[in-house]
Nanobody
Framework: VQLQASGGGLVQAGDSLRLSCAAS????????IGWFRQAAGKEREYVGT????????DYSDAVKGRFTISRDNAKNTVYLQMTSLKPEDTAVYYC?????????????????WGQGTLVTVSS
């Protein structure tokens, strides 16, 4: 599975942005997707996940209520809708896939990773 994350950019605090994660190759709706982010000088951290069916989502406390993950399996694409962005959301955002329909919050639980897309939120 190859993943391509896109949609990052420079926005102001309070703005919204939608990231996309397009999958190609051996794609299936039976893989869960995780979103992670890594700020400069920090470790990669969990943002949220969506199950293979799209029925189950989970979010970190840092983004809960502001970010929403959805997926369109017909398009092999997962979305991360981000609202009320804060400067502390500035990071490179990565999507990752695992060969299971149920998600995990652990970085180590994912086999396939996209290249990342940079989100910069100015104050």
């Amino acid at each position: 599975v190859q993943l391509q994350a896109s949609g990052g950019g420079l926005v102001q605090a309070g703005d919204s942005l939608r990231l996309s994660c397009a999958a190609s190759g051996r794609t299936s709706s039976n893989y869960a997707i995780g979103w992670f982010r890594q700020a400069a000088g920090k470790e990669r951290e969990y943002v949220g996940t969506i199950s293979g069916s799209g029925r189950i989502t989970d979010y970190s406390d840092a983004v809960k209520g502001r970010f929403t993950i959805s997926r369109d399996n017909a398009k092999n694409t997962v979305y991360l809708q981000m609202t009320s962005l804060k400067p502390e959301d500035t990071a490179v955002y990565y999507c990752a896939a695992r060969d299971a329909s149920y998600a995990t919050t652990s970085v180590n639980g994912y086999t396939y990773w996209g290249q990342g897309t940079l989100v910069t939120v100015s104050s």
